[in-house]
């Protein structure tokens, strides 16, 4: 836990009952932390009975949060080269996490956004989350603003409609699908495998959509993604007759695409892993569950990258591109390869997406999705991974079931007739220019990038834009 | 002048463009090894373009560049780093988001000898001791001497055959001007040839072995520094007398 400060006004009201800033240094760390998380606990549930919804199960929160917060984890021996305290907490927290399908009818009413947010939004959540820790390498470590995101989501959801359904029903290939009807045609890998492959191909179109464009720079570069992610739904939507090949079946999209599953072999029933998502009863469970291992290893990876070589050097491009160049750093191989990770994320996710859905339809991947997921990295906090998660989490959360819960609030105590989520995009522009103005850095900055905003960074054209003898930008000798 | 072998960096005739704007008129200049080579030039005169096309962030459109009798004309600017050339650029542009440190190691980045990078950080720390002192303060944070000798340590971290040094008493109070000068002569006794860009042209010709002046993109005159500072057009132009 972070040392917080208790500013000098709260000491002076604190010294009058007794609790000067002497006797509380002198006290044990676990007790003020115990003091400081009920305190906060405490408000938390006195909040929640005015609202007139308070259970027992409030209760059990806040002891889950104490477990956490209180014991002082840290202390506890390393094993090995590994930090043991220092995983704990989160280890008990993902424990939470991940039995969160069972308890999660037994939690109480939220004031104002009314009961917590069920299993099938959560796994939605973690899909946006995937793509939005995608979208991080290119505009939080790169620095490089991306408006078309989307189409990185909409490959990965075509490949895996292109891998795993009856869309090309002359093949007849099968490599570990489940779930497959009697008579199937077309092409079904397993899930498993269609997961990586779409990553690989999106990262492929990355870098084919990288190449021409991050010679730009700042606008430019925006405006040409803009432009990509608005051409890959038109393609999508016209992709049912290329040249008498029907690539993506236009409009309807394409259907009934497979789910994943460990089928029947021996090793898969040893484990008890469900043979089809599809046909298990718990189907929101199971996809919940495999997308926090999706969105663990999309953690791990982020962060690896994040302190290797690859991801200083996009640090440095970011904080100076100039200077970057003259170290010796190549800038297009390095932002393109910005550009394919993020690429890759945003096509697992688009594949996972497809295959929880059934489907992929081009109507799914407009220019307003390429704004929300760029509003989760903003509002987070660009470059920061927890600050990216909890936007993504937050927006998607919004988007799912938060926004017409409130709206639902908001009509039956002011006795009005609103259509909350009609506003959807309005709320979300309010709640990035309420951001912006009270923390530009995000909610949870990542050190780096709030010292950039607090103090500005070199801007200044490159030889790049020169280069391509296009008069965008002169600087003056 | 004792004729030595082939120069360590030869350029000839460049004409260096922005967009459609001429900047470098054919420039020529020479610098051997174990010189310190100094480009004087009033604000304008094209001496950062002559350092930006030799490091390869503006190729030059005409004439040739050669670094150890290897073509680097359209050498792309990472490559010319590995080659052996370094720059402290003008307005010294650390990244100030990060510690003295991490920026000494971005200096190194084209290197991989993870022992001889230690070495060279050793050695940085060394002629600036009080870089040693704040390595792990954020670079912004630093006065603007420290911030040259940042930015001097991150391009000698990358072990280069020749140093470009654009501007660096640029701002600086005279103290760190004098500090600055000796470290310069310092790396050069080293074994660092040294290509000087100064706006302070005599200091810079004090320590220079030769010198360019140049004018509207091209070179105006050349000579041995101390006969350029006797030159009586440069004493007017640039040393501030009449």
Known sequence: MRRGRISERWWALLGRFGLTQQRWGSWPAWMRRLVKATTWLGLGLILTAAFGTWTTSALAVAAVVLLIVVPPWDRLPNIGPYRTGRWIPWLIALGFVVAYPYYVNGLPQLPVFGPFPNVHTMVVAGIFTMMALGLNFVVGYAGLLDLGYVAFYAMGAYVCGWFASEQFAGQHIDVGAVGLQQGWIGIHLSIWLVLPIAGLMTALIGVIIGLPTLRLRGDYLAIVTLGFGEIMPQVADNGNNLGGFNLTNGTGGITSIDGPGFGHGTVARALHLPASYLGAGNLDSLFFWTVIVLVLITIFCSARLRDSRLGRAWIAIREDETAAAAMGIPLMRTKTWSYATGAFFGGVAGAYYSSYNGGAFPDQFLFQISVFILCMVILGGMGSIPGVMLGAWFLAYLDQEGLSNVGGWINSHFNTNINVPNYEFGIYGLIIVVVMLLRPEGLIPSSRRAAELHEGVHDEPLYDVEELNAPLTEPTV | ?242
């Open chain 2, 1 to 242: 002048m004792t004729a030595a072998a082939a120069p360590l960096l030869e350029v000839d005739g460049i004409e260096t463009f922005y967009g459609s704007i001429q900047a470098l008129r054919g420039v020529s200049l020479q610098v051997r090894e174990g010189e310190i080579v100094t480009l004087i030039g009033a604000n304008g005169a094209g001496k950062s373009t002559t350092l930006r096309s030799i490091n390869g962030l503006n190729h030059p459109r005409r004439g040739s560049i050669t670094f150890e009798g290897q073509d680097i004309t359209e050498t792309p600017a990472h490559d010319v780093v590995k080659l052996g050339i370094a720059q402290s650029p003008e307005g010294r542009r650390l990244f100030p988001r990060m510690t003295v440190l991490e920026n000494l190691e971005m200096g190194a980045f084209q290197r991989s000898d993870r022992a001889g990078m230690q070495e060279d950080i050793d050695r940085v720390f060394a002629l600036f001791p009080r870089l040693a002192e704040r390595k792990s303060q954020k670079a912004g944070t630093l006065s603007g001497g420290e911030q040259q000798m940042c930015a001097i340590g991150r391009a000698l971290m990358a072990r280069p055959r020749l140093l470009m040094l654009d501007e660096p008493s640029m701002g600086l109070a005279p103290i760190f001007v004098d500090r600055i000068f000796e470290t310069i002569v310092e790396v050069n006794k080293q074994g660092t040839s040294i290509l000087l860009v100064e706006q302070n042209a005599l200091m810079a010709l004090q320590v220079a072995s030769r010198g360019y002046v140049l004018e509207t993109g091209t070179v105006a005159l050349t000579d041995d520094a101390a006969q350029l500072a006797q030159n009586e057009d440069v004493r007017k132009a640039y040393l501030g007398e009449s």
